[in-house]
Each structure stands twice: as C-alpha cells, then as structure tokens.
C-alpha cells in the first residue's frame, strides 16, 4: 500500500505512473452497481444496518455460493465486513488466544502474520516450494502442527503466486485439519482472477466435514472492481460467525450501507463484466509473459 500511496501521489503531479503495488484492477466499477448505490441513496438508505450486514446481501451472497461453487449456506452463516482484510482481522481477534499457533504457507499475502500476532497468536510459516508450483503438502502441513496449531490460512488461487490448488491436492491437505480439528481459513478473494484454462475449487466444497471445517473469506474487491467500497464477507460455522459479529458490533458497526447495496447489485446483476475484466487481464498478462519470455 506504500507503493501504491506513492504512485498516486506521482499521477497526482501529472506523472505517467502505472501502479504495481496493489492487487487492484484498473478498470472502473460497472456501471449497474453505482447506479444501485446511487439510487439507494436517493431512497434514504444511508443509515445504520444490522452488524453483521443486510439480510438481502447475505441472501445474494448464499446464491452466489451455490451458483458458483455449488456450497449451501444459510445467512445466519455469513457475516459482511468492512472488506476482506477486515473479516480476517476479526477471525483471528475471536479465534486466538495468547500463543496459539497459525500455519501460514510462503510465499503469502503481507497482511496474515500482522494479524495473527495483533491478535495475540504465533505466526508459523511452512515453506510452499518453486518445484511445486509454491504450494506445500499435506506432509509439510502434518509436520508443522503443534498442541498450539488454531488454524492454517489456505489462500487459492494465491496472492502473489497465482497458484492454485488442485481438488486432490485440497483433500489431502482438508484430511489432515480434520484428522487435527484445525480451523482452515480458505483465503479466495481471486478466484474470478484465474486464466490459461485454470480451474479453481473451494476446499468448502469437497465434502460437508469440509465445510464445517472451513471458514470462506472473500469480497467484492477484485471480482467486481470494488476496492475502495470496502465489501468482504466471512461465511462458515455459525457459532464463529456470531462471535464476529458481536465484536464488530463494538469495533466497526456495520459496513457501510450505501456499498452493501452497491454489492447486492453486483451479485444480483450481470456478471459480464467480471468476465470482460478478467479477459483483458489475462490478454495483459501473455503480453507481458512473451515480452519475458
């Protein structure tokens, strides 16, 4: 986020600057989604909602589940944030105690230790390897639990890797979590963001001893072009979900009315323009790939 600070402040001064720091498409938010903000404050709906988010963006959001990863969930599952890194830092501020260990594999997202240790836990970094595509294995994952061991953060697709998980590789690493009841925090906030035929799949949706096993955090941020409307979720068991909420109910309130309806509308609506964005970065990314090459 400092790079990112410092390339707008040069484009500020008139420099032509393209920004690599954050993981933020360059495109503008579709059309349909301002239009449902604007509208919803025409309507007057620029006031408190429930904590843990709107009920019709919890209900869009369980449609989203099942349309896309086949996974039922009920809204009484699902709470909304202040975007995605919100909903890990309050995971992990109900989940840990002092010294309670998180198995983060490397390379991973800068944000995940900073939040484990501000919530009193012990980051434990397990090494994802160049040969296997920067993943690690169920065998590594075995290796590195301790009596401390919460929870392990899977993130696929990956940021800043974009490897992705295959379905087997997801079973033998769930297996494991189960075998040792550790939380797995499935990171999948790029998984619109996949190309060169790739497919992506939730490890929530392997099986229901999965599910239960497994909190989604994800959002609207890069899907939907969405980054400073601040619109992630957590969805997983509920009992965890209630205590979320009822911390953000003395931190945050809930997330800001106006983008919730924004959201609504972006998973209620077309999903061309996902689509269209995704298309334009993969042709950028063979650009630059035979440029390398």
Not at 210 to 216: A, G, H, S, V
Request: hydrophobic share 35%.
């Amino acid at each position: 986020l400092e790079i990112t600070a410092k390339a707008q402040a040069l484009k500020a001064e008139g420099h032509d600057v393209i920004g690599l720091g954050a993981g933020e498409p360059d495109f503008n938010t579709p059309e349909h989604i301002m239009d449902a903000a604007h509208k919803a404050m025409l309507e007057g709906h620029t006031k408190y909602t429930p904590t843990g988010g709107l009920q019709a963006l919890k209900q869009e959001i369980v449609k989203k589940f099942t349309r896309d990863q086949g996974i039922a969930y009920d809204p009484s599952e699902i709470i909304v944030c202040n975007g995605a890194k919100h909903a890990l830092y309050t995971l992990f501020q109900v989940l840990l105690d002092e010294g309670d260990e998180v198995i983060i594999p490397t390379p991973y997202w800068v944000s995940y230790p900073e939040q484990v240790k501000l919530a009193g836990g012990k980051p434990v970094y397990v090494e994802g390897l160049e040969d296997n595509e920067y993943k690690i294995t169920a065998k590594q994952l075995r290796e590195a639990i301790t009596e401390k061991t919460k929870a392990v953060i899977i993130n696929s697709p990956s940021n800043p890797t974009g490897m992705i998980y295959s379905k087997e590789e997801l079973q033998q690493l769930g297996e494991v979590c189960l075998e040792h009841d550790i939380l797995i925090v499935s990171d999948e906030i790029y998984e619109k963001l996949i190309y060169g035929g790739a497919e992506y799949t939730s490890i929530a949706q392997l099986s229901n001893a999965l599910k239960e096993q497994t909190l989604i955090i994800n959002g609207v941020s890069k899907s939907h072009s969405m980054t400073g409307w601040r619109i992630g979720y957590a969805a997983g068991n509920k009992q965890l979900i209630k205590a979320m909420t009822n911390l953000a109910s003395h931190s945050t309130s809930n997330p800001t009315s106006i983008a919730q309806y924004g959201a609504i509308a972006a998973y209620a609506g077309s999903q061309e323009p996902v689509e269209t964005m995704r298309q334009a970065f993969e042709e950028r990314l063979n650009i630059i790939y035979d440029k390398l090459i």
